[in-house]
């Protein structure tokens, strides 16, 4: 029964540290091939899901925009179950509190086998 109970407490652990670490509901977006009214190929947004993820603003940088004007690029990583991410996306990008983050590279994190890391960069309107 020890050994049962060592399990348990585990098991809360993980789940404990799962449900802090993301805690936050993003949109999950891809672009889908299709043909719009005069026969183009185009690209349209497709709705994925909701998944929960952590998020961290990672980096900054000033820009230049048209017209002799400044604006900022930032960079979020988001931690999400790797389980809930599609494979092979095409544009992919999150939707989080009406700004949309579109990702710039992925990679495994290492603490947490069962997760993954998305650096993203926040779309300027």
Not at 7 to 33: G, T
Not at 50 to 65: F, R
Not at 82 to 108: I, Q
């Amino acid at each position: 029964t020890q050994a049962c109970f060592c399990s348990f407490s585990w098991r809360v652990k993980i789940m404990n540290d799962l449900v802090n670490q993301l805690k936050y509901p993003v949109k999950l977006y891809a672009s889908e091939p299709s043909v719009n009214e005069i026969g183009e190929d185009c690209d349209v947004p497709k709705y994925l899901g909701t998944l929960w993820a952590g998020i961290t603003p990672s980096s900054g940088k000033n820009v230049n925009i048209a017209g002799d004007m400044e604006g900022s690029e930032i960079t979020h990583l988001f931690i999400v179950r790797s389980a809930a991410l599609p494979k092979n996306l095409r544009e992919p990008y999150f939707v989080f509190d009406g700004e949309k983050y579109h990702f710039m590279y992925v990679y495994p994190y290492f603490k947490q086998r069962d997760r993954i890391q998305i650096y993203c960069r926040r779309e300027e309107k």
